[in-house]
């Protein structure tokens, strides 16, 4: 005889017996009867496969229109596939989103599902933007009928924004409600062969809300983050190629501009001739950027001077500041400093320690660097300087915008230096006695 097996929708619990709140997760209502064998309630399952007896098959890619976001996505959207796009409130999701519906909206249907403005709202956006078409456009949140609406349609692409609006059996914004909207959603999703992105959003942390339930079921996580006049976009999870990959856009009246040469962007405001500033050849995720440091000394009046530092890692800051005093004697006890990296970006690399090292030497002396350098490498305790990770690439993207690279020894394309005194008279040689 068979006997029937209760199972919580919310954690996965099994029982003989079903409970009005599950004792594992403490749900309430979450029990489900699924049928059981006879033989002691368990269920078939077909055979394993064998790895080698796959096929081998090739994902095809789905261009967004926007060479950005592709590289982002390791070449283009999988048609099938999930991805969830988070970021602060008004940052440009939705309008981002806008863009590439318009751009896919040639080459099949394309479904807006807005459970967050009217449709007259999008209307509004779409118009600023310039777009027009059709796009379908929807408000229902409903799961059931949102699956109903996949199968029916068909579409080519399709956009929830957002996932927290979207309703199961009425009710919705609790964490039950957005893992199986999630997982409801991604199963419509591949059934359909529809490529799906969820917005989410974020949280006071600035993490996506509910992220360990939402982010281990999409394939894809993307995060779109601010930086000053630009928008960066991020890959944190990537299940069809890289992850940490940057996309650089620029915010305007008419929407979200893709930045095809970054560094020049980012290095379009630096000042020529001033102390305190040197060009960084960095890494971001996998993408090599030229970013600019900047220095500022000021004699402290406090008996603990101040260390201001932004975008940068204050922890290696002290160790270079140390570096400094130790191994070249530069008097830095009675001395304000202040580091930023130029554009509002954060980035933690090794990488940046000859700049900042560099930066500092030049605004507590006085001494300019020259306007035509871009510097890499880290720095150790001894103040040698070593090989960091993708120096040919930082040092390529240094000759791409006409400048020297300075970096550690070993690097093709750039002036190889040991220790940060043969740095500094590399920069600045000594004069030679006549």
């Given at each position: 005889m068979a006997h029937a097996v209760y199972r919580c929708r919310s954690c996965g619990y099994q029982s003989a017996k079903s409970y009005g709140r599950c004792p594992v997760c403490s749900a309430w209502g979450s029990f489900e009867s699924q049928p059981a064998s006879s033989g002691g309630g368990v269920l078939s399952a077909p055979p394993p496969l064998r790895l080698a007896d796959l096929p081998e098959t090739a994902l095809p890619r789905l261009s967004s229109g926007l060479d950005e976001f592709d590289r982002v996505l390791g070449g283009g959207f999988v048609p099938g596939s999930v991805l969830l796009l988070g970021g602060e409130p008004g940052i440009g999701k939705s309008t981002l989103l806008l863009q590439v519906s318009a751009q896919l909206m040639r080459r099949g249907r394309v479904l807006y599902l807005a459970g967050e403005e009217?449709?007259?709202?999008?209307?509004?956006?779409?118009?600023?933007?310039?777009?027009?078409?059709?796009?379908?456009?929807?408000?229902?949140?409903?799961?059931?009928?949102?699956t109903a609406l996949l199968a029916q349609v068909q579409p080519y692409f399709?956009?929830?924004?957002s996932i927290q609006?979207?309703?199961?059996?009425?009710?919705?914004?609790?964490?039950?409600?957005?893992?199986?909207?999630?997982?409801?959603l991604t199963q419509a999703a591949k059934a359909a062969g529809c490529c799906t992105v969820l917005v989410g959003h974020v949280t006071k942390e600035g993490a996506v809300a509910g992220p360990k339930l939402i982010e281990h079921i999409v394939?894809?996580?993307?995060?779109?983050?601010?930086?000053?006049?630009?928008?960066?976009?991020?890959?944190?999870?990537?299940?069809?190629?890289?992850?940490?990959?940057?996309?650089?856009?620029?915010?305007?009246?008419?929407?979200?501009?893709?930045?095809?040469?970054?560094?020049?962007?980012?290095l379009s405001e630096r000042p020529f001739g001033v102390a305190g500033s040197v060009v960084a050849a960095t890494i971001d995720g996998q993408r090599p950027l030229l970013l600019e440091v900047q220095a500022l000394s000021t004699r402290s009046p406090l008996p603990n001077p101040r260390r201001v530092v932004v975008g940068l890692d204050s922890r290696r800051v002290d160790v270079i500041v140390a570096v400094l005093d130790q191994h070249l004697g530069l008097p830095t006890g009675n001395l304000d400093l202040y580091l930023n990296l130029a554009g509002g970006l954060r980035v933690q690399d090794p990488g940046l320690d000859l700049p900042i090292a560099l930066a500092?030497?030049?605004?507590?002396?006085?001494q300019a660097i020259p306007a035509d350098?871009?510097?890499?490498?880290?720095?150790?305790?001894?103040?040698?300087?070593?090989?960091?990770?993708?120096?040919?690439r930082r040092g390529e993207e240094?000759?791409?915008?006409?400048?020297?690279?300075?970096?550690?020894?070993?690097?093709?394309?750039?002036?190889?230096?040991?220790?940060?005194?043969?740095?500094?008279?590399?920069?600045?040689?000594p004069e030679s006695s006549s």
């Open positions: 009217s449709l007259e709202q999008v209307k509004l956006r779409a118009t600023r933007l310039g777009i027009t078409g059709d796009i379908l456009l929807s408000r229902e949140m409903e799961l059931s009928a949102i399709c956009v929830v924004d609006t979207v309703l199961i059996d009425g009710s919705g914004g609790g964490i039950a409600q957005l893992r199986d909207s999630a997982l409801g394939d894809v996580t993307l995060y779109l983050e601010s930086a000053g006049l630009f928008r960066l976009i991020r890959c944190n999870k990537n299940r069809f190629g890289p992850t940490g990959e940057l996309g650089v856009f620029e915010m305007r009246e008419d929407g979200l501009i893709q930045v095809d040469n970054p560094s020049a962007a980012f500092l030497h030049s605004a507590i002396t006085g350098l871009a510097a890499f490498g880290e720095v150790g305790l001894a103040g040698e300087v070593r090989s960091v990770s993708q120096g040919i240094a000759q791409r915008s006409g400048l020297r690279a300075l970096g550690p020894p070993g690097v093709e394309g750039a002036r190889g230096v040991r220790s940060l005194g043969e740095a500094l008279r590399a920069l600045h040689p």
